[in-house]
């Protein structure tokens, strides 16, 4: 793990990222756009499973919502792969670091088991109960993120 | 309503003070000038930003943040002489926190040169 985490860090890759004048600030921002993607898309779909716009079909909400959630993460997580190889070995010991990446897995996660057709069989309290979850990990998930930035 | 945004707002101003510690920009230090003289220990530069660990005469270990690497190179800081062991001086602004040893360098005088980090801020 070490060497892997230490070959990451010493990568042409992150060597250019590293010293990087404009680069390194927009890969940051496409972080954001990532996450403002997934968070914006995933918001309205955790409030209707929550219950809220009934009215609104979730069929239709999720075949919009949903792919636009799936790019946001995977750019958010490409980003933040990139992010990371800059100072890999002291992001790794970060609990909050490891914290933040369970956190994604578990939102993640949560997200799949509620994919396509099946999610019109989840019985009600569940559907509310995933839709508070979710929206309770990715909102952790952005507050340990923005924290990250300021510990040393 | 009224009164769910009154208390919102006084849990945001509890909260602030504590994130406002952050290292990004001047709100976590304090007004006053400081100088720190001592000797490097550990450098770790690049982006986000750089930090050095300096060991002051007391024995106190500081950590220190510096800039960017497009920042040093302005300010003509050679990089390369940041290395552990050698002696330094930083002015800038500490922690607000009076027990946190941290700074952060405005000024960075190696070898009786000055150089300048932030040369529009007085």
Same mark, same amino acid.
């Given at each position: 793990?070490?060497? !892997?985490?230490?070959?990451?860090?010493?990568?042409?890759?992150?060597?250019s990222l590293r010293w990087s004048r404009w680069t390194y600030p927009f890969v940051n921002a496409l972080h954001v756009v990532g996450l403002?993607?997934?968070?914006?898309?995933?918001?309205?779909?955790?409030?209707?499973?929550?219950?809220l716009f009934r009215s609104v079909p979730l069929a239709g909400?999720?075949?919009?919502?949903?792919?636009?959630?799936?790019?946001g993460l995977a750019l958010a997580v490409a980003s933040g792969l990139a992010l990371f190889s800059v100072r890999a070995t002291e992001?790794?010991?970060?609990? #909050?670091f490891r914290a933040k990446l369970?956190?994604?897995?578990?939102?993640?996660?949560?997200? !799949?088991?509620?994919?396509?057709?099946?999610?019109?069989?989840?019985?009600?309290?569940?559907?509310?109960?995933?839709?508070?979850?979710?929206?309770?990990?990715? !909102?952790?998930?952005?507050?340990?993120?923005?924290? !990250?930035?300021? #510990?040393? | 309503m009224r009164r769910r945004s009154f208390v919102a707002a006084l849990v945001a101003?509890?909260?602030?003070?504590?994130?406002?510690?952050?290292?990004?920009?001047?709100?976590w230090t304090e007004g006053a000038e400081f100088t720190l003289e001592g000797v490097i220990r550990e450098v770790r530069l690049g982006n986000p930003h750089g930090i050095l660990?300096?060991?002051?005469?007391?024995?106190?270990?500081?950590?220190?943040?510096?800039?960017?690497?497009?920042?040093?190179?302005?300010a003509g800081l050679p990089e390369a002489e940041l290395m552990p062991g050698v002696a330094i001086t930083l002015e800038g602004h500490r922690s607000a926190d009076p027990d946190e040893l941290r700074m952060k360098a405005e000024r960075v005088i190696l070898a009786g040169v000055t150089y300048d980090l932030y040369p529009d801020r007085s």
């Open positions: 793990m070490e060497h !892997l985490l230490a070959a990451i860090e010493g990568s042409a890759f992150a060597e403002a993607a997934l968070f914006g898309s995933i918001l309205p779909l955790d409030l209707r499973m929550l219950g909400l999720t075949q919009t919502l949903r792919p636009v959630a799936a790019s992001y790794a010991a970060m609990p #909050l369970a956190l994604v897995a578990f939102g993640a996660a949560n997200a !799949l088991l509620l994919t396509g057709p099946r999610i019109h069989a989840v019985r009600p309290g569940l559907l509310r109960l995933a839709g508070a979850a979710s929206l309770l990990t990715w !909102l952790a998930v952005i507050v340990a993120g923005r924290w !990250l930035g300021y #510990l040393d | 101003s509890a909260a602030a003070p504590r994130i406002a510690r952050a290292h990004h920009g001047w709100r660990t300096v060991e002051a005469a007391d024995k106190a270990m500081w950590v220190v943040e510096l800039g960017q690497p497009w920042r040093h190179a302005e």
